[in-house]
């Protein structure tokens, strides 16, 4: 039996985006989904607008997200004598020449071939060049001139394309430098590569991949092409739908998983369910099932997904996460209380962990007053401070059960209400208005440093 071999294959000029990200999980759940192999290969070959730090993004996003390769990364930059060999090997076979047309004989063909309205394309001038020539040479490959390719693409079905429609591509610059068909080619032949997973802007390199692969003696891999993800306006994703770097994700405040979650239903469903985990999809995805049709990215829908699992997941999981915000912000975690039990107070009032930590500096770190305690505080809440300051101080467990008994049987004998007492307590907590409810805000602050801020409020000069 075959072992199924996927590979995801991005090109290093940018960061890992959110179709490059889908492309890599629909690759890597299916070699997981077959017990087969998921391997990562940087096309590196555009050295122009290669970058390190693209390589960085990408090995980056992929660790993040958790979609560990069983081979690589290859680095085509590095397999430059093996795409050398194989040009020799087609040229011998008289399966690829030498073309040395110039870019002006190129450019007037194609003005030409434009003006006629037929489709540019090479035609084929030295493709039957029999003496030796000078001057600069590109390497094409000989496409056949007759019949058909056609494969069945998993995702769209059965595509043909007439070899009349495809012309003799370059194979290597006149620099010597490998092309991109060509390269892939090689690639996918020599990591016997069983199944292609990527953008339907491949759809037209396929067919030459094809007779490439045919004329080295290569069984081609099975293909599907995705759809590309649109924006909500119906037009390709791009930054301005807010579609960013994965890393960026990261930096906003989304789990991993729920950014997985979300990209793996931009093109598949299982029936109705939302919600799936990793080790789910390992079991349900199928290759057969991607839709045809293109999926429209929602951020409000992934806001909404990254909420459910930071309230589902367990909070030893999200605060791993979570440190590395609090450590963003310059938190010192050890001030306060543990994350998860952190988590375990903010979970239903933050969408992301970013909202989260932002919201939860007030555990580990001073307070600030300003004009919050203007608004909150009166003379007369002085000595119902002062009450509350000493009742804590005597209270022998710090437990929210106690601490709400305090505030309870406080505000009941100063005939006020319960909001009326929470609210400017909880300011000269936070520092705001907004935290989870007062007795669990205080049980999560500690007794020593409830304390400490009650009497600061009360010495704030010139505010009560």
């Not at 011998?92 to 190129?106: D, F, N, P």
């Not at 450019?107 to 309205?117: F, G, P």
């Not at 600030?368 to 305690?373: A, R």
């Amino acid at each position: 039996m075959t072992v199924v071999r996927t590979r995801f294959a991005p090109s290093p000029t940018g960061y890992l985006h959110i179709g490059g990200a889908r492309t890599a999980l629909y690759s890597w759940l299916y070699a997981r989904k077959m017990q087969g192999i998921f391997i990562l290969r940087i096309e590196d070959t555009d050295l122009e607008r290669s970058t390190p730090e693209s390589v960085q993004a990408i090995l980056d996003g992929m660790a993040w997200l958790n979609l560990d390769y069983d081979e690589g990364p290859f680095y085509q930059t590095k397999r430059m004598d093996r795409y050398r060999e194989v040009l020799e090997k087609l040229l011998k076979e008289g399966k690829a020449y030498r073309c040395y047309c110039s870019k002006e004989r190129l450019e007037q063909l194609r003005t030409e071939q434009t003006e006629k309205k037929l489709k540019p394309r090479y035609d084929g001038h030295c493709r039957d060049l029999t003496a030796p020539q000078s001057g600069s040479y590109v390497i094409r490959f000989r496409n056949p001139t007759e019949g058909v390719v056609e494969f069945d693409d998993l995702v769209r079905g059965k595509l043909s394309f007439a070899n009349t429609e495809l012309d003799d591509l370059i194979l290597a610059r006149s620099d010597g430098m490998p092309t991109y068909n060509f390269t892939v080619v090689v690639d996918d032949w020599d990591m016997k590569i069983t199944h292609v997973i990527r953008g339907d802007d491949h759809i037209n390199n396929t067919p030459r991949q094809i007779n490439i692969l045919r004329a080295l003696g290569a069984t081609p891999p099975q293909y599907a092409h995705l759809s590309m993800i649109l924006g909500s306006d119906g037009k390709r994703l791009s930054k301005r739908h807010g579609a960013v770097g994965v890393m960026q994700y990261r930096e906003e405040g989304y789990l991993p998983e729920a950014l997985l979650n979300y990209l793996v239903r931009l093109g598949w469903s299982h029936g109705d369910q939302e919600i799936f985990s990793i080790e789910e999809l390992k079991k349900l995805f199928d290759i057969h099932d991607i839709n045809r049709s293109s999926a429209a990215f929602n951020p409000e829908k992934l806001l909404w997904v990254n909420h459910h699992y930071i309230k589902n997941s367990p909070p030893e999981h999200v605060a791993q996460e979570l440190a590395w915000h609090m450590q963003q912000l310059g938190v010192d975690i050890h001030q306060g209380p543990t994350l998860i039990e952190l988590i375990k107070a903010q979970a239903e009032r933050c969408k992301t962990l970013r909202e989260m930590a932002e919201r939860s500096r007030y555990f580990y770190q001073d307070v600030d007053y300003d004009e919050q305690v203007k608004t909150h505080f009166n003379p007369e809440l002085k000595p119902v401070l002062l009450d509350l300051c000493e009742q804590f101080k005597n209270l022998p467990e710090w437990t929210k059960e106690n601490i709400h008994q305090v505030i309870s049987a406080t505000a009941e004998a100063r005939g006020l209400k319960l909001g009326k007492l929470a609210q400017p307590l909880r300011v000269a907590m936070t520092g705001g208005t907004i935290s989870p409810p007062i007795d669990i805000t205080l049980q999560l602050l500690g007794q020593e440093r409830v304390i400490q801020r009650l009497n600061a409020v009360i010495n704030f000069k010139d505010k009560l």
